[in-house]
C-alpha cells in the first residue's frame, strides 16, 4: 500500500535548471536508500544518483557536478536538482525507494511512474 509520485518534470532550457520532487504515501515504517533513474528515447534505464539515510550521495559520470540528490525524511521525498541541463538529459526520470513497510521486516524497492524531462530550446 505504497505509492511514489514524481513531480516537476517537464520542459528545460540547455544551460537552465529543473527541481524534481518524489513523496511517498503509505504504511511506511522506514525509508532506506533514496534514488533517481532515468531512460532516455532508445536507451535503457540508468541510475542517476542514489542517496543513503545519512545522506551520502553518490552519481552516475554524466551528471556529477551538475545535479544534486537531497531527501527530507520527514516529508518522505527525495529531490533532484538539475542544474546546467544538456539535451542529452531528455529522458523519463524515474524516482526509486528502498521502503519497509509497517508490521513487516523487510523491504523492497519501489517505483514512481516516471515524469518525463525534455531539455531543448
Known amino acids: 500500500q505504497v505509492q511514489l509520485v514524481e513531480y516537476g518534470g517537464g520542459l528545460g532550457q540547455p544551460g537552465g535548471s529543473l527541481r524534481l520532487s518524489c513523496a511517498a504515501s503509505?504504511?511506511?515504517?522506514?525509508?532506506?536508500?533514496m534514488g533517481w533513474y532515468r531512460q532516455a528515447p532508445g536507451k535503457g534505464r540508468e541510475l542517476v544518483g542514489s542517496?543513503?539515510?545519512?545522506?551520502?550521495?553518490n552519481y552516475a559520470g554524466p551528471v556529477k557536478g551538475r545535479f544534486s540528490i537531497s531527501r527530507d525524511n520527514a516529508k518522505n521525498t527525495v529531490y533532484l536538482q538539475m542544474s546546467s541541463l544538456k539535451p542529452e538529459d531528455t529522458a523519463v526520470y524515474y524516482c526509486?525507494?528502498?521502503?519497509?513497510?509497517?508490521?513487516?521486516?523487510?523491504?523492497?524497492?519501489?517505483w514512481g511512474k516516471g515524469t518525463l524531462v525534455t531539455v531543448s530550446s
Open positions: 526509486n525507494m528502498r521502503i519497509r513497510i509497517v508490521g513487516y521486516l523487510g523491504e523492497r524497492n519501489y
Open positions: 542517496i543513503t539515510p545519512g545522506s551520502n550521495t
Open positions: 503509505g504504511s511506511i515504517s522506514r525509508i532506506n536508500d
